[in-house]
């Protein structure tokens, strides 16, 4: 009885709450979060520029050194760090790696900072550990994915939300570890300070925190990895690193390069893991140590912050001098959803900018975010608008706050699709096939909104259902029914290389459910045309056809990288990349 009058409650509006509570944030700390977004950003730039600026055979030796030396001679990890450092130069993600390392680095820090103070307050006081805990819970249990909502509302697109997003999920352990830590202190300890007229601020700094040392570096370890483990999801906000190359493999079901890249993350996260038990455990030898050795540890100690400290200096006077013999590029700022036909036009049109002087950035956005970056001025543009249906709902919310340059590609087609060996040719015919079960792509794509309403619309599919995956995931499943001579129902578009790869068709709609015809539309963000007139020039110009697309969609899909197969595509069509120029 009680349960059903529960249910005739009406349904509390948390989900607008929590919008409005964003948006409210935003608006009122639009100056702060402006500040933070410039000022970090800056911080971070500077500090991956200097760890790029060191030749890599210079990190691998030393860090190899290191390793060895800390490690107290062991072997093992000294080999792991210098072959495996070794191999992610091989692969080149060396500069994806040292964004990874910037991000996993700043993130950490702020973690330590915020978490251990908050550890110590939690284990001096009953009541604010009562009030801690249910935060750090909440802090550990949601989904990853949430805190990426917020923070691109706050920071918007790139490094400065990944470490925001990252920080909330990876600060817990420390936090937890320190209040751990200092409560299991011996009470015979503290007696002892006590009765020698210690004050609490004594007794904190000589007594219950090099006790706690251990419990607390434990869980520092803990918040490097976890900081670790959100580097793939950060990527979906322009986080750079080794985590977009997961990423983009997951999505373009690469096998291969998402291997690589995941292996390049293990490599990095077993290198850190490694340093930090390495690290807690010299400073456990440190405290038994004869004054002599200590003594002599400090000397050796400060010769290498001198050593360090002048090699800074002379990085910084290097960069310096670089750069003021270098030309000052200006940075265009192209955004795109990791769809192999935005992959390919994303980065021919990209490829055109640079070769005309330009400093091109491509950052690969979760679609939603996408339309944000560019309505918000974080992203100079875009050609990855699939309009009137797919992408109806982004641009009715961003239409106001960007511009639409028009159609960069005619024809393009959304649909439900079938291998050519079902007998079906309409939805309308649909019976029980594939378990009654359409596999979409990512939620919230247009096509997938789409699926859903034709699912309602047609009376043949009641027990029907769109199941959500990513891009990548359908492609594989769709290969793998293809190859079983099983049925399968997808949500398809094309241009698409699976309709070059497998004999596929579309299924009829006679209701239009799934949509009409579509075209690929640029949109650039305001005020680009007088910023940047030739920029926006070639973005209004640009225009081609599905075999052009398709052209560069296949060399990707064949193993070259997407900027090798739009330079190629450009060398084999000067006439009309020289229109788009014009």
């Known amino acids: ?36 977004q410039s000022g970090g950003q800056a911080t971070m730039d500077g500090l991956t520029d200097f760890l790029l600026f060191i030749n890599p055979w210079v990190w691998i030796i030393g860090i190899t050194i290191l390793a060895f030396i800390i490690s107290t001679r062991r072997i093992g990890i000294t080999l792991f760090s210098f072959f495996g450092l070794l191999f992610i130069y091989n692969q080149g ?62 920071f918007g697109i790139g490094v400065v939300p990944g470490v925001f997003s990252s920080v909330i999920f990876a600060l817990p352990p420390t936090v937890r570890m320190t209040n751990l830590g200092i409560r299991g202190v011996s009470t015979e300890l503290i ?18 925190l090099p006790m706690a040392k251990n419990t607390i570096l434990a869980g520092v370890n803990q918040t490097l990895m976890l900081a670790l483990s959100m580097v793939v999801t950060a990527s979906m906000i322009g986080a750079p690193g080794l985590g977009r190359g997961v990423l983009s493999a997951l999505q373009r079901a690469q096998v291969g390069n998402g291997f690589v890249n995941g292996l390049a993350l293990v490599i990095l996260a077993i290198i850190i893991d490694r340093f930090t038990q390495y690290a807690n455990e010299r400073l456990s030898l440190a405290s038994v140590m004869s004054e002599q050795q200590k003594k002599r540890r400090k000397q050796i100690r400060w010769i290498t912050v001198g050593a360090a400290v002048l090699a800074l200096i002379g990085v910084g006077v290097a960069q310096a001098a670089t750069k003021g013999n270098t030309k000052v590029q200006e940075t265009v700022n192209l955004s795109y959803v990791q769809w192999d036909s935005e992959v390919a036009s994303t980065n021919v049109v990209g490829e055109v900018l640079r070769q005309m002087g330009y400093d091109v950035k491509l950052t690969a956005l979760d679609n939603a975010v996408m339309w944000q970056s560019v309505g918000s001025g974080e992203s100079d543009g875009m050609v990855s608008a699939w309009l009137p249906v797919t992408h109806k709902e982004q641009y009715d919310k961003y239409k106001s706050k960007l ?16 291998p050519s060996y079902i007998k079906v040719d309409s939805i309308a015919d649909l019976t029980n096939e594939a378990g009654k079960t359409v596999t979409g792509i990512e939620p919230g794509a247009g096509v997938v909104s789409a699926a859903q309403s034709t699912v309602k619309a047609y009376d043949n599919l009641a027990g029907w259902q769109v199941s959500t995956s990513s891009t990548g995931a359908m492609t594989v499943a769709l290969g793998k029914a293809i190859k079983e001579h099983k049925p399968l129902v997808i949500t398809g578009w094309s241009p698409h290389w699976m309709f070059s790869k497998y004999d596929l068709k579309y299924l009829k709609d006679p209701k239009g459910t799934m949509g009409k015809s579509e075209a690929i539309h640029t949109m650039v963000r305001q005020g680009l045309k007088d910023d940047m007139p030739e920029v926006y020039k070639v973005l209004d110009n640009f225009h081609w056809t599905q075999k052009d697309m398709e052209e560069v969609m296949l060399e990707i899909n064949g193993g070259a990288s997407p900027r ?19």
Do not use: C
């Not at 805990?133 to 249990?141: A, G």
């Not at 511009?403 to 079938?418: E, I």
């Open 1 to 36: 009885m009680l349960f059903n009058n529960l249910t005739l409650l009406a349904k509390l509006p948390v989900a607008d709450w929590m919008e409005n509570f964003t948006t409210w944030m935003t608006n009122t700390f639009a100056g702060l979060f402006a500040a933070i």
């Open 93 to 154: 993600l060396w500069s994806d790696l040292m964004n990874t390392f910037t991000l996993v680095l700043l993130a950490s820090l702020v973690s330590i900072i915020i978490g251990v103070p908050l550890g110590i307050w939690a284990a001096k006081s009953n009541r604010a550990q009562s009030v801690i805990k249910p935060i750090l819970d909440f802090m550990q249990t949601m989904p990853a994915f949430v805190y990426l909502i917020p923070a691109v509302a706050f």
């Open 191 to 208: 007696e002892a300070a006590d009765s020698f007229g210690s004050t609490a601020w004594q007794k904190l700094i000589k007594v219950e």
């Open 403 to 418: 511009q639409d340059l028009g159609v960069n590609l005619k024809g393009v087609k959304v649909g439900l699709v079938v």
């Open 564 to 582: 090798k197969a739009a330079q190629n595509w450009i060398k084999s069509h000067k006439d009309e990349v020289a229109e788009w120029q014009k």
